[in-house]
């Protein structure tokens, strides 16, 4: 295996040389090849791991294995080799689907999902690696099956937490009533998962309004910051306490990649049932984790300062966890290709195809609850990519390069004020054309808040300050440009996104 910081530099210099305009420069993956939902994120011996789910031989989703990646500082990124692959024969002859990697007695373990055929019912599979996390042992054995419960039809995504110092994992589920659900189950042994139920349904009238799905896909449930908005302005960084945060993905029938429900999120308290001793989730209020159409399977993976935990949702003992005054916790998620959503002009399978690639993971995001609201920020260490600034405070319309970030304000100083109603727009103009283009982005901008934009070829993300991200993909033609449109009283600074 090549050393981290040769493998890093040339995973820039080939992402840079890619004969695609539109594959990103800073969001790294495979130069070709499908990739979708993140799987198995951990930070262990002090580098940060992403899988994902992966067919490298072409740009369809069929026959997916776990690529790898590793960083030490979520900004120089190795490419290691495929770490699972479909067994012949095996229970994940079908694909190596959404799944977690933990901690087992000192052996990283990876937890997924596997299926023998098409049309067959998911297994939670184990596999163990080495304490690098590059070399995997499949040996085809199956820790939990489809449970023998007639309510529950469909079974996906297993996820590992820690409460009160047991261990327990949970799986997404569809009912035959038509409901998503969670299924819980109690981990002793990580080989051997014993279900005790369903857990939670979309029948609860919280879930109802704010997760709506038939499948509740790729389940998280995280401890967060919570802070007041007060506490936030004054630069004040002590936590209120903290907040569980459920994440869902929300599938329907008929998705193919489509995903119009998005994903979803609750916010609320977890308890331990006196009766039973089992955990009990009792959701207050939650609501889209992602307002862009082009966001899906995010994986959330929970560190403490000063340490990784070396498992998604599980930090490293429980009395780290009673000491832990305010847990971190960074999220990946998938960008898709798409033939276009919401006006916007998108690639079609054709184009795929001859483009080789399809498929991004989003910037690392950091998660807090501020005034009871889920709010998500790119990761600090994402700084790290900006190079020459090419702006201060511009107003009107401004020009992006192809790889970019803006920072949005209200303009500092001047008659103007910020309007109430005032728009920000980000889209693709034709050399030369004074009409709007394709509009990738609008959104409303207040006094007090800041939008960070970044646009990395064929990936726009938005940051609102205090609230959500927007996830966007957009495919510049050939003479087409950025252009940022800002109200009268809003300004932006603009960098040149570099690698560092």
């Not at 998005?262 to 009792?282: K, N, Q, W």
């Not at 498992?311 to 916790?329: D, F, I």
């Amino acid at each position: 295996m090549s050393s981290p910081d040769l493998a890093a530099a040339d995973f820039a210099r080939l992402a840079a040389a890619h004969p695609d305009a539109a594959f990103p420069h800073f969001h790294p993956r495979p130069a070709q090849g499908w990739i979708n939902d993140p799987n198995g994120v951990s930070h262990v011996n002090g580098r940060y791991h992403v899988f994902f789910q992966y067919n490298p031989a072409s740009a369809r989703h069929h026959k997916i294995a776990w690529g790898h990646l590793s960083s030490a500082d979520l900004v120089r990124w190795e490419e290691h080799p495929v770490a699972l692959r479909p067994q012949d024969g095996g229970p994940d002859e079908y694909g190596c689907w959404t799944g977690v990697v933990t901690d087992d007695g000192g052996v990283p373990t990876a937890a997924y999902s596997g299926v023998r055929g098409d049309g067959g019912h998911s297994q939670v599979v184990i596999s163990r690696g080495s304490t690098d996390l590059v070399s995997w042992i499949q040996d085809g054995h199956v820790a939990a099956s489809m449970p023998a419960d007639p309510m529950v039809t469909a079974v996906r995504d297993p996820f590992i937490f820690r409460f009160n110092g047991k261990r327990y994992a949970m799986q997404g589920a569809g009912l035959a009533s038509g409901h998503a659900a969670l299924l819980l189950y109690t981990v002793e042994d990580l080989a051997d998962w014993k279900y005790q139920g369903i857990w939670l349904t979309s029948e609860n009238p919280v879930a109802a309004t704010r997760t709506p799905a038939e499948i509740w896909e790729c389940p998280q449930l995280v401890r967060v910051p919570a802070v007041s908005s007060a506490e936030s302005l004054s630069g004040d960084d002590a936590s209120s306490g903290d907040a569980w945060v459920m994440m869902f993905s929300l599938w329907l029938s008929g998705d193919d990649h489509e995903h119009a429900n998005g994903v979803g999120h609750l916010i609320g308290s977890l308890a331990e049932d006196p009766a039973t001793g089992l955990p009990v989730f009792s959701p207050e209020t939650g609501g889209k984790s992602d307002l862009g159409r082009d966001f899906y399977a995010p994986q959330i993976m929970q560190l403490q300062d000063g340490a990784g935990a070396g498992t998604p949702g599980v930090p490293a003992s429980s009395s780290a966890l009673a000491a832990l005054a305010e847990p971190k916790a960074l999220l990946w998620g998938w960008a898709n290709e798409g033939p276009g959503r919401d006006g916007r002009r998108g690639r079609s399978q054709a184009e795929i195809d001859a483009a080789g690639w399809a498929g991004v993971l989003t910037h690392p995001r950091l998660l807090s609850v501020v005034d009871g609201a889920l709010a998500v920020a790119p990761a600090p260490e994402v700084d790290a990519y900006r190079g020459a600034q090419l702006a201060a405070q511009a107003a009107g319309s401004v020009e992006l390069p192809a790889y970019a970030e803006a920072v949005v304000t209200a303009r500092s100083g001047g008659p103007a004020a910020l309007a109430a109603d005032a728009v920000v727009e980000l889209s693709l103009v034709a050399d030369g054309s004074q009409e709007a283009g394709q509009v990738v982005f609008s959104g409303t901008l207040a006094a007090g808040e800041e939008l960070r934009v970044f646009v990395d070829a064929s990936l726009v993300e938005v940051y609102r300050s205090g609230s959500v991200a927007t996830t966007l993909r957009a495919y510049p033609a050939p003479g087409e440009r950025w252009v940022l449109r800002l109200p009268e009283g809003a300004a932006a600074d603009v960098w040149q996104l570099a690698q560092p």
